[in-house]
């Protein structure tokens, strides 16, 4: 059988935590090639690069694996890895593992999950992977089971064309995990507020915050998996298309 080539990025930097995790359990899998920011990426949704030079830089940072540090966001990182450092598209892509989590709408800011949906776009079986804990520390290791498993099952049965999956683990201990849930992305959204501050010159600047809400609560959701306890796997793909309202507007008569 012929060795299965996974391309790995995320969001978070070519340094953190996370991604090491990922390449040490994803590299018993297959031929693993990294390309990742070389700095962090987070909230860089699917953003491009096409103002300034893009920079690839090859690294010495993983034992026995390729790896390559970008200047771009997530989804430049994609594309350099596929046309220019492969020469051609991988058996599976793997983003993450995202330090917090990237449930229901979170999705449209995340980098991680963008690369995973560039990869989607690209007909590239893609999974990104998120923790609910933003510690730069934060302990991976009971997800790394899950990972496998998941990492196998895509390999052997692949994907829909033009999804992948979003996948979030809850901060519990690998005994408090009740399993997985495949489900749906919850209809929640940031109810921003904007922190005014002074800089030592008294010009004012300011500082994003909010808290994350859930519109109407709803089961079989990936915020209702993971306040009980389980990991939500959610099939996403990029069609943001309302089908719902096609024949509204054509009632229209446009």
């Given at each position: 059988?012929?060795?299965?080539?996974?391309?790995?990025?995320?969001?978070?930097?070519?340094?953190?935590?996370?991604?090491?995790?990922?390449?040490?359990?994803?590299?018993?899998?297959?031929?693993?090639?990294?390309?990742?920011?070389?700095?962090?990426?987070?909230?860089?949704?699917?953003?491009?690069?096409?103002?300034?030079?893009?920079?690839?830089?090859?690294?010495?940072?993983?034992?026995?694996?390729?790896?390559?540090?970008?200047?771009?966001?997530?989804?430049?990182?994609?594309?350099?890895?596929?046309?220019?450092?492969?020469?051609?598209?991988?058996?599976?892509?793997?983003?993450?593992?995202?330090?917090?989590?990237?449930?229901?709408?979170?999705?449209?800011?995340?980098?991680?999950?963008?690369a995973?949906?560039?990869?989607?776009?690209?007909?590239?079986p893609?999974?990104?992977?998120?923790?609910?804990?933003?510690?730069?520390?934060?302990?991976?290791?009971?997800?790394?089971?899950?990972?496998?498993?998941?990492?196998?099952?895509?390999l052997?049965?692949?994907?829909?064309?033009?999804?992948?999956?979003?996948v979030?683990?809850?901060?519990?201990?690998?005994?408090?995990?009740?399993?997985?849930?495949?489900c749906n992305?919850?209809?929640?959204?940031?109810?921003?507020?904007?922190?005014?501050?002074?800089?030592?010159?008294?010009?004012?600047?300011?500082?994003?915050?909010?808290?994350?809400?859930?519109?109407?609560?709803?089961?079989?959701?990936?915020?209702?998996?993971?306040?009980?306890?389980?990991?939500?796997?959610?099939?996403?793909?990029?069609?943001?298309?309302?089908?719902?309202?096609?024949?509204?507007?054509?009632?229209?008569?446009?």
């Amino acid at each position: 059988m012929t060795e299965k080539l996974i391309l790995i990025t995320n969001d978070d930097s070519v340094h953190a935590k996370g991604i090491r995790a990922l390449i040490e359990t994803a590299k018993l899998l297959g031929r693993v090639v990294v390309v990742a920011p070389d700095k962090p990426q987070s909230g860089m949704g699917h953003a491009i690069t096409i103002n300034h030079p893009l920079r690839i830089n090859k690294i010495d940072l993983f034992p026995d694996v390729e790896a390559y540090s970008c200047s771009g966001t997530p989804v430049d990182c994609v594309k350099l890895a596929i046309y220019e450092v492969l020469k051609r598209k991988p058996d599976l892509l793997l983003s993450g593992i995202n330090h917090g989590e990237n449930t229901s709408t979170n999705v449209l800011y995340s980098g991680t999950m963008s690369a995973a949906i560039e990869g989607a776009m690209e007909g590239i079986p893609s999974i990104g992977f998120s923790l609910a804990d933003y510690s730069s520390d934060a302990d991976f290791s009971h997800c790394l089971p899950f990972i496998t498993k998941i990492i196998n099952q895509t390999l052997n049965k692949g994907l829909a064309l033009n999804t992948c999956l979003n996948v979030n683990f809850p901060n519990l201990s690998l005994d408090k995990i009740k399993g997985v849930r495949i489900c749906n992305q919850a209809h929640a959204f940031w109810a921003d507020r904007f922190d005014k501050r002074l800089d030592q010159f008294g010009n004012p600047y300011f500082w994003l915050t909010g808290d994350f809400d859930e519109v109407i609560p709803k089961e079989n959701t990936d915020l209702d998996a993971m306040k009980n306890g389980y990991i939500s796997v959610v099939p996403t793909h990029f069609d943001l298309t309302n089908y719902q309202s096609i024949s509204i507007l054509e009632d229209w008569k446009l």
